[in-house]
């Protein structure tokens, strides 16, 4: 798994952004993807999830209802994060990342069980 987030970028209060996050080898059907961020001066915190069988989609607290993660295991994009409402407590750098661990409908791993990472993209809320 070779992973690569992209899609960030500046908002205002209140609008939208789509993350995306490709894997170039195409093997991120076998994986629990998940995506993560990081705000500056905070540890990373989890965000969203989603299982295998795309049928498991836990958040957050802070962004349910607001953001929707989805994956189609049939094409080069892993997954991705449509971010809706945006806050500026949203600023961060987000991460998606794979975890080979749990079954078809698991999707809340632990952390450190996720094996890849890509890169992060910057998302910028404006007040």
């Known amino acids: 798994v070779q992973l690569q987030a992209s899609g960030g970028g500046l908002v205002q209060a209140g609008g939208s952004l789509r993350l995306s996050c490709a894997d170039s080898?195409?093997?991120?059907?076998?994986?629990?993807m998940g995506w993560f961020r990081q705000a500056p001066g905070k540890e990373r915190e989890f965000v969203a999830a989603?299982?295998?069988?795309?049928?498991?989609?836990?958040y957050a607290a802070s962004v349910k209802g607001r953001f929707t993660i989805s994956r189609d295991n049939a094409r080069n994009t892993a997954v991705s994060l449509q971010m809706n409402s945006l806050k500026v407590e949203d600023t961060a750098v987000y991460y998606c990342?794979?975890?080979?661990?749990?079954?078809?409908?698991?999707?809340?791993?632990?952390?450190?069980?996720?094996?890849?990472w890509g890169q992060g993209t910057l998302v910028t809320v404006s007040s």
């Open positions: 990342a794979a975890a080979s661990v749990g079954g078809w409908d698991v999707a809340i791993v632990p952390e450190t069980a996720y094996d890849y």
């Open positions: 080898k195409r093997t991120f059907g076998d994986y629990v």
């Open positions: 989603i299982s295998r069988s795309g049928r498991r989609t836990p």
